[in-house]
């Protein structure tokens, strides 16, 4: 069962809970590696990636156990520096674990990660930032050999690109390395935040976090603790666009607004109705029709590109023309194909689009190729006219906790269907 059956022109409309942030737990996870005390962690999304990177550190010889969305997690016992490929290749968050594991055994081997194909992901500042602080690194064709011959000792470092992933990597390598570390240009998304919330916990001495400086000085030892992740903005983003795009009215609670901030002024700018309070988000749509807006993405504060397809989703059924600038991923359009099949008005110019918007989408067989254009399709299924069938639907489920199962409690009709069954 790997399609799916959605019947379109439904208006979707209720409350959703928004799960924790995939993007913070799974640095979080490996960064577990790094202290040998136990751990408690809650809010935990139920994912297909977060379940890789539990199976991983269960290889490495940590316990853990699940339990409702809290994982309790024992890392004193780690017997194994080299991760297996079988794991490591199915998620681009498995570079994390080159860090810590060279923290703690002095050494480690990663065979190179996976993840979506929605551009060049190079890991060559993750690697920069550990020579930098005294790694030795050698690359092979598929794995990534790390030693040092004494502790890791604290620099400046200058980052020439704002990267989430090296942000971290770097910060997980300097809290337990001699001195003073300085990351400049450090990337400054919530999830930086939360990570660097989470070490501090450990017993970690970083400031700065959610600056473009960091300031890590170095401690002797990590302890265990209790964190509960943040909430997934990009879930809530991607709820407030399912109402927006129906005309329907939808509430996210367990959220937080203040990170959000860019993607509520462009969703008020489309004419939507916005309220929040401390934990909830309230878009509004109905009886509307949304306005276009131009968009360009960059790294937080800026707009996040894993809102892109959902916006140009947005822009494709709106009233007006739109531009969609794309400044992180160089392949992130492979979606836009799909949306012109249903009648969408898109035309693709090297890194950015250009969108007219149409009264109404329709129904047509599609296939998705990422996490977030999976999501997009599955969304502009429950808007077009006529049944949707969305095929390579196991993307979704990477970055969305039952996802499904809240778009049909907003109203939605979707359901799974079998190969060999066709309603064309």
Not at 328 to 337: A, Q
Not at 399 to 406: H, I, V
Request: glycine share 8%; charged share 20%; proline share 4%.
């Amino acid at each position: 069962m790997n399609k799916l059956y959605i019947e379109g022109n439904k208006k979707l409309n209720g409350n959703v809970l928004i799960s924790g942030s995939k993007n913070a737990a799974l640095p979080i996870l490996f960064m577990t590696i790094l202290t040998k005390e136990k751990i408690e962690i809650s809010n935990i999304p139920k994912l297909t990636d977060i379940s890789i990177a539990i199976k991983i550190l269960r290889s490495l010889g940590i316990k853990i156990v699940n339990k409702n969305k809290t994982l309790y997690i024992d890392p004193s016992v780690i017997n194994i520096s080299c991760p297996s490929y079988n794991l490591t290749n199915k998620i681009r968050a498995s570079i994390w674990m080159l860090s810590p594991l060279l923290t703690r055994f002095g050494k480690a081997k990663i065979f190179f990660p996976g993840g979506c194909k929605i551009g060049c992901r190079p890991i060559n500042l993750h690697l920069k930032g550990l020579i930098e602080l005294g790694a030795k690194i050698v690359e092979n064709e598929n794995y990534i050999i790390a030693s040092i011959q004494k502790p890791l000792q604290g620099k400046y470092i200058y980052m020439e690109k704002v990267s989430v992933g090296a942000t971290i990597t770097i910060m997980s390598a300097a809290i337990l390395a001699r001195g003073l570390t300085i990351i400049d240009n450090a990337a400054k998304e919530p999830e930086i935040i939360d990570v660097a919330k989470f070490l501090n916990t450990l017993g970690a001495n970083i400031t700065g976090s959610g600056s473009n400086k960091i300031y890590i000085k170095g401690v002797l030892k990590l302890h265990g603790g209790f964190h509960k992740i943040i909430p997934d903005r990009i879930e809530t983003g991607t709820f407030l666009i399912a109402a927006a795009i129906s005309q329907g009215l939808i509430t996210c609670y367990n959220t937080e607004p203040k990170h959000l901030t860019n993607v509520l002024k462009k969703l008020s700018e489309t004419g939507a109705k916005i309220q929040t309070g401390k934990d909830w988000i309230k878009l509004d749509m109905k009886e509307k029709k949304p306005k276009s807006v131009n968009i360009s993405t960059s790294p937080y504060p800026g707009f996040p590109t894993d809102m892109q397809s959902q916006f140009t989703l947005l822009n494709s059924i709106s009233s007006g023309k739109s531009v969609i600038i794309e400044n992180i991923f160089e392949n992130r359009f492979s979606y836009v194909t799909e949306l012109i099949k249903m009648g969408a008005k898109i035309e693709i110019k090297n890194n950015y689009i250009i969108c007219k918007g149409i009264p109404k989408l329709y129904a047509k067989n599609l296939f998705s190729t990422d996490l977030r254009g999976s999501a997009t399709l599955i969304l502009a299924g429950c808007i077009a006219k006529g049944i949707t069938v969305v095929n390579n639907i196991h993307h979704f489920k990477r970055g969305y906790e039952s996802f499904l199962k809240k778009l049909n409690k907003l109203g939605a009709n979707i359901q799974y269907i079998n190969n060999n069954f066709s309603i064309f």
